[in-house]
Every structure is written in C-alpha cells, then in structure tokens.
C-alpha cells in the first residue's frame, strides 16, 4: 500500500511537471494585453491595429501579441504584407479566417512545379468571366465541419 | 510465532506456581495491568494523510483513498496535463499557419475564394 502510495504521488508530481515547464516557455501563450498595456515595440508592430485593439475577441489579441515575438525574424518583405493585411485580416469574421487557413492548406498541397506562379495564377483567375468564377466558387462549398 | 506461543503455554504453569503472593501485592499488579491494558493502543501505520475529519472507519476510508480517490486524482491530473498540452500546440499550429498565410505571395482574397483553390488544383492535374 505504502509504495502505491509513493507511486501516486510520484505520478502526481510527474503530471504537475508535465504542465509545470511549458508555462514558464517563452513558446507558451502571452497574457491578454490592453492597447495601453503593450510595449511601444509591440505598439508599432501592431500600429495597424490600433482602434479596434480592444475590441478584438482576447484569444486574438493574445495570437496577435503572440506574432510580435515572430516579426522581427520576417523577412522585411513579409514584415510589410503583415502590415498591410492585418487590419483586413482582424475584420473577418472566425469563419472566413477558417476557410482562408482551409485553402491556404489546399493551396499549398499543389506541388510548385505545378501550381507555378502564385501571383501569376491569381491574375488568370481574376480575368476569367464571372459566370465561370461564379460556377466554381458554388461547386467548393464551405466545409462547416471542419474544425478550425 | 506458533514456538513462541507453545513456549508461553508450557511456561505457565511454572510462573503459576511461583505467582503465588498475598492478596496487597496481588490487588496492586491487578492494577497495574489494569493500567496497561487501558494505555494500551494498537499500532497504526498512517501512510496517507487522510482527509480533515474522516474519523470514522478509518480503514474502510483508508481503502477508499489510496485505491480509488488518489488514482482517480492522479488520472484527472494527467488527462489535464494532456488537454493543457494539446491546446498550446494547436494554438501554436494556428499562429504559425496564420503567419504563413499573412507574409504569403498571394493576398488575403484568393485564400477567401472558394472557387481559386478549385480552379487550380484543376489546372494543376491538366
């Protein structure tokens, strides 16, 4: 009995270490910050986001915060599109930011050889007529199973 | 143990015969095994601390805790553990998709299009 006691509490402690190092991780998520409550780096990383900050949902607030620690490793091509598609990309609504990441992941599955151009392709597909634009866009419903 | 007890039975008679004392000296070691026996309480192995006021059964409870109550604790803790985990790396998989998207060749839009990720998986399997 002693040592099913001794090996309890062992595992009780191993579960608590398990949860125990992560929060201390810089990998680990960032508190929720008011506007005023960020750092000027953050501030004029997120300058974009200024006048809806605090009206953002708090888990995107946190994600947003959570980018900051990404932007200075960017590219400074990537640091600009960020900045440009912030604001846009903080006005759509759970559902639409899921079926971006959904055909992000759909896009990205096309080998490159294939796919060429991104850019390129987008302009293509823009000048196809509306009807055909139209068809296509009704044949690829929204998955609202999906998860995320 | 069995010796033992064998030897105290073929002792007895022996101390019996020898025990034989006046009746002052025999009332005081009545009461001193009197006193004994009330000072007297069985040893008790306390491996876990119990819960504040679980008098009671002690035994029954004892049971209880180390085989049901702390395993259960420790399976919650670890599922816990598990969930908490679990959720930090989704989280995690999302800013970095998110990341990805957002520093991305293409604009916001064509990954709102649900015909553009049709058209060209088409285009890429003519």
Wanted: aromatic share 8%; hydrophobic share 40%.
């Amino acid at each position: 009995m002693a040592q099913a006691t001794r090996l309890a509490v062992a595992l009780l402690a191993a579960a608590w270490l398990q949860l125990a190092p992560p929060a201390a991780d810089a990998a680990s998520p960032p508190k929720d910050r008011r506007w005023t409550e960020l750092s000027a780096e953050q501030q004029k990383i997120l300058a974009p986001l200024q006048q809806e900050w605090d009206a953002l949902e708090p888990d995107q607030r946190r994600k947003w915060i959570s980018m900051t620690k990404r932007y200075p490793k960017m590219t400074p091509r990537g640091q600009q599109r960020v900045q440009t598609r912030m604001e846009k990309w903080a006005k759509l609504t759970p559902e639409q930011r899921k079926q971006a990441r959904e055909n992000y992941r759909r896009i990205s599955k096309v080998p490159p050889e294939k796919r060429g151009d991104l850019k390129q392709q987008w302009s293509e597909y823009q000048a196809l007529p509306p009807q055909e634009r139209q068809k296509l866009q009704s044949t690829t419903k929204p998955k609202s199973t999906t998860k995320r | 143990m069995d010796h033992e007890a064998q030897f105290a039975h073929r002792l007895r008679p022996y101390l019996n015969d020898g025990a034989r004392v006046d009746a002052r000296v025999a009332a005081r070691l009545r009461a001193a095994r009197e006193q004994a026996l009330a000072a007297y309480r069985p040893e008790r192995h306390d491996w876990v601390a119990l819960p504040a006021g679980a008098g009671g059964r002690l035994g029954g409870l004892r049971t209880l805790w180390l085989r049901i109550v702390l395993p259960a604790v420790v399976l919650c803790a670890a599922f816990a553990a598990t969930f908490a985990w679990q959720q930090q790396q989704r989280a995690a998989e999302l800013e970095e998709l998110d990341a990805l998207l957002l520093t991305s060749d293409l604009p916001i839009d064509a990954y709102l299009d649900q015909g553009f990720a049709a058209w060209l998986k088409r285009r890429a399997s003519q």
